[in-house]
């Protein structure tokens, strides 16, 4: 959809008005109509008058384009699952803990990461939750219409490209002004089917002991790197836990999910990982043998605070549709970055602390799992800390995504890129091998394609989440 600003519908009335003028005059000169004598106060009259009619259709077309944009964006950021603190759920093993409230954030912003890779995974492309219609009450004074909103991974409809390719996300204006209770567009038919597969997979996240990506499952995980409820988690140790649990899981099929090591993606290492046809006869396997992947790249931007030079590069990582979100936040507050605006992040927080909710019963609501307010901090309070999500669906997904996020890393103004791909194996650490992603030095102090362990650690990326 091609939009048009305030100013060029200035410019294109008087471009406009000219042509009606200069074809009025040739008109005259080809005999069409009587000759006249021109009436100056007549013609002074109408051509305001024509300037006002056509510069109020052009607003009238920029004002629906403006609220349609918005509109797609409001449905979309609803529709993206919501997971936050709970409390009164059954009793964590080996403690006593019945709440994650105080500890338990970046937990529920890996979850929130995982969640949106299963549903551009599970769900229809560009789906959004019905009954996201019911939820009018959408905080938008948050964002402001003179810049434009940029969200990667979140599913504009007709303004992304198919699910799984890796190109940059459509500009969103968005205007405070128009409030989704305006107008609400169409339900989908097939969005409204779809909706078991919404239930089930909220299913998956409960706060019961079974539920596979529940904290209760990640924190039994947890506990083979030493963590134990109560203790606080890092961006990195919580990739692993969530690519352990996806392993573990038996209710995703053709999913795997890969943790880069030492900032480098290994593509022969996603090749073991998602290639059913490996080990066969077939020399050239098609998308049909090749397990969909989800890759998180723990990353380090700086020392103790963001280094402003990857500011460029995140926004560029988080235009990309194949980018599924940024798990950090900022000192002592974790949270679940999906897009930005200017020079400030979007987010998801998790520090909302909520009753309990059974998801296995039906027709549960499923209003607290999805948030109406959208937030926004400084790039500048970025904790440096942080672990990026991607998604392919197949093999030719999985080789734009290596070279659209290659493209996007290189306009870092800094020497070396945040991460890197290269061809080749790493060294499999398991669920240890978030220690090689906590130093406090640069991200690129391993040269590319490198791999060891990083003594100097400073485990700065397991600071206290209140």
């Known amino acids: 959809m091609n939009s048009v600003s305030p100013s060029a519908a200035q410019y294109a009335g008087g471009v406009m008005h000219n042509e009606l003028v200069d074809g009025r005059r040739q008109q005259d000169s080809n005999g069409l109509t009587p000759p006249q004598s021109p009436d100056p106060s007549k013609e002074a009259m109408e051509e305001p008058e024509e300037m006002d009619k056509l510069k109020a259709k052009i607003m009238s077309a920029w004002n629906n384009v403006k609220y349609d944009q918005v509109e797609q964006f409001r449905m979309a950021f609803v529709s993206r699952i919501w997971l936050t603190y709970r409390r009164e759920f059954p009793q964590l093993e080996g403690s006593s803990w019945t709440t994650d409230c105080g500890w338990g954030c970046m937990l529920r912003s890996g979850q929130m990461l995982l969640a949106q890779g299963l549903v551009v995974h599970l769900m229809p492309r560009d789906w959004t939750w019905p009954d996201a219609q019911q939820l009018t009450d959408v905080d938008f004074e948050v964002l402001r219409m003179r810049s434009p909103l940029r969200v990667g991974g979140v599913p504009i409809p007709s303004f992304g490209s198919p699910r799984g390719n890796c190109t940059p996300e459509k500009i969103l204006p968005s ?57 606080w988690y890092g961006p990195s140790i919580v990739a692993h836990i969530l690519r352990k649990a996806v392993a573990k899981a038996t209710v995703v099929h053709n999913l795997a999910v890969y943790v880069a090591q030492d900032c480098t993606v290994y593509k022969e290492d996603v090749v073991h990982l998602c290639d059913l046809s490996f080990n066969q006869t077939s020399p050239e396997p098609d998308n049909q043998a090749w397990k969909s992947v989800i890759i998180l790249v723990p990353v380090r931007l700086g020392g103790e605070a963001l280094n402003p030079s990857y500011i460029e590069c995140v926004k560029n990582i988080l235009k990309l549709e194949c980018c599924i979100g940024i798990i950090g936040g900022k000192p002592k507050h974790s949270l679940y970055f999906v897009g930005f605006q200017d020079e400030q992040l979007l987010y998801l927080d998790p520090h909302y602390c909520q009753p309990v909710v059974d998801v296995t019963q ?105």
């Open 175 to 231: 205007d405070p002004t128009l409030r989704s209770s305006q107008r609400k567009r169409p339900e989908s038919t097939r969005d409204r089917q779809a909706e078991p597969i919404h239930h089930k997979l909220l299913t998956w996240f409960g706060d019961q002991p079974p539920a596979p990506f529940g904290v209760h499952q990640l924190v039994g995980i947890g506990r083979s790197s030493g963590k134990k409820a109560g203790d």
């Open 362 to 466: 039906v027709n549960t609501p499923l209003e607290s799992f999805h948030c109406t307010s959208p937030k926004k901090m400084p790039f500048t309070r970025m904790d440096p800390s942080c672990t990026i999500g991607f998604y392919a669906r197949n093999k030719k997904d999985f080789e734009s995504l290596c070279s659209a996020v290659s493209l996007a890393l290189s306009s870092s103004a800094e020497k070396y890129p945040i991460f890197t791909f290269v061809e080749g194996h790493g060294q499999d650490y398991g669920l240890e091998g978030h220690s090689s992603n906590h130093s406090g030095q640069a991200p690129h102090i391993l040269p590319p394609g490198k791999t060891g362990r990083v003594n100097n650690r400073r485990h700065s990326d397991d600071f206290v989440f209140l």
